[in-house]
């Protein structure tokens, strides 16, 4: 996959008549796993975004990964996973400079349901606020993990009353990853699901089954 690059202006010339332009980071995948070794290469480009054969073995770029501790590059630009996260790559070269994100997945993660709760208007974490009975509800249960990853599993939410089983839903994945902790903010870090009000009744108990699938 091609990372956008960024103009500038270098000194690295490896074909007569042809001044460098931009770069381009090359990586065949953005999301990699804890363990990967990548090779990742510059193509260097001209103006008119044709490929400049090179750059030669004697100018290797200069590369930073942002932040420090999740991936680190070797000096011949293979790409190491050290654990989970998201990092910035950048490459420079002759003056020249461009970028690639990067997300990699953890072998092992210990997920767990820091909070779950139903909401017809206001709720809180503790899930405090107390509900009407028979007026619809929106469910959000809020997975984390010990470490920061991009797994994307499902989650199963059953109702009961009296002991039987009276409502049962699964709940999408979620599209930004798993956070470390609960992310009220956005509704992309949490398991949702609208709850009909029929469901909604006094004595109602909700039981949350994270990744039934085994991802």
Known sequence: MAATSLAGC???GTTPDRV???LVLDVADTLLT???RVGLSVVVLDEDGNVIPGPPSWALPEWIVVPG????????GTLNVLGGGKVRVIARLAGLE???GLRANPLELELSTAAAYLT????NLDGTVPLIAGRDAFLRVFPVGDETSFFQPRARASFYLDGDLVHSTSLSPMTEGIPTEPREDRLAFTHNARIPGSVIQPGLHMVV????DGV
């Open 34 to 36: 804890e363990g990967d």
């Open 20 to 22: 460098p332009h931009s």
């Open 98 to 100: 461009t970028e690639a």
């Open 209 to 212: 089954e994270l990744d039934p």
């Open 10 to 12: 270098g000194e690295l």
């Open 120 to 123: 017809q208007a206001a709720q």
């Open 69 to 76: 501790g999740v991936m680190a590059v070797d000096a011949d």
